[in-house]
């Protein structure tokens, strides 16, 4: 499996504050996803990265922001969380956009 | 949008016995995964494939580009099978493009 570490695993933040999950990865994989698993709604695609400091939606991006300054770590932000976006996050890499791809154990998000 | 259906979703089997999951694709089938998630929540990669069969010990894979589908074989299965298998297609990321998930097929082996 692809080294894809994800921190923090577990947080609990009130309604209305800033909230960043990282995910960092030792393969020097060029792409980069960040994911949510809601019951009901399988796995979405929130925001993915291409390259450094190249980042664009995917199909949940409201609410969420994205940094990608170096190519191990991709960062996601809720610049102020709401009650629906507690969820389970998970991190995602691959070598390009039409190869396999690793996901990290993921972080379970509860805003309260 | 592209629709990816699995079935059966809620699967129930006895130890040792054998399954046959299923993922049918609306549109072309580009880059085919089976994830398997463990009741701790990690996804775990089962097989990359495009298209062809593949085995790994009790697991095997299938799919047919052509006709749009994968299946996943289980074969003698184990309390340890237990848990929700997802197919995904991983296509090129454009605007339109995303990787698609299906909803899953949700199994429990029973002892």
């Avoid at chain 1, 996601?76 to 996901?103: G, M, P, W």
């Avoid at chain 2, 046959?20 to 609306?26: A, D, G």
């Amino acid at each position: 499996d692809a080294g894809i570490t994800q921190s923090p695993r577990h947080k609990v933040t009130e309604t209305g504050t800033p909230v960043t999950l990282r995910c960092h990865q030792t393969e020097n994989h060029r792409y980069m996803y960040w994911y949510r698993q809601d019951p009901g709604h399988g796995l979405r695609l929130i925001h993915y990265s291409y390259g450094v400091k190249d980042t664009d939606k995917g199909e949940v991006s409201d609410g969420y922001s994205v940094s990608r300054s170096k190519t191990e770590d991709f960062l996601l932000t809720l610049e102020s969380a709401t009650s629906s976006q507690t969820s389970v996050y998970f991190c995602a890499t691959s070598v390009d956009s039409r190869t396999e791809a690793f996901f990290g154990q993921g972080t379970r998000l509860t805003v309260v | 949008g592209i629709q990816v259906e699995q079935s059966p979703p809620d699967l129930i089997l006895q130890e040792g016995a054998n399954s046959t999951l299923r993922c049918n694709f609306s549109d072309s089938v580009n880059n085919l995964q089976w994830f398997h998630q463990n009741p701790w929540g990690q996804l775990i990669n089962l097989f990359y494939i495009p298209s062809g069969t593949k085995q790994n010990g009790r697991l095997s894979a299938t799919t047919v580009a052509t006709e749009r589908y994968s299946l996943l074989y289980i074969s003698s299965s184990q309390t340890t099978d237990s848990g929700v298998y997802f197919c995904a297609d991983l296509k090129a990321l454009n605007r339109d493009d995303k990787i698609i998930f299906g909803k899953g097929t949700r199994l429990h082996i029973l002892p």
